[in-house]
């Protein structure tokens, strides 16, 4: 079973290796319906420059 983590990275949302011990406990906290949403907006955004100020 993977984590919400590797979730959200295989879908290119996230590059877990950027993120610290902090953002993977609140990621593994949301819900399967809310990762599903984070992926389906991420996926409708589409790729957004990292100078945007995007948190990920």
């Known amino acids: 079973m993977s984590t919400n983590t590797d979730k959200l990275h295989e ?3 996230i590059d877990k290796e950027k993120l610290n011990d902090d953002h993977k ?3 593994e906290s949301l ?3 809310e990762v ?3 992926i389906s ?3 409708k955004l589409g790729d957004i ?3 945007t100020g ?3």
Do not use: Y
């Open 11 to 13: 879908a290119n949302v």
């Open 25 to 27: 406990k609140s990621i």
């Open 31 to 33: 819900s399967n319906e």
């Open 36 to 38: 599903e949403q984070v």
């Open 41 to 43: 907006i991420s996926k």
């Open 49 to 51: 420059p990292h100078t």
């Open 54 to 56: 995007a948190p990920f």
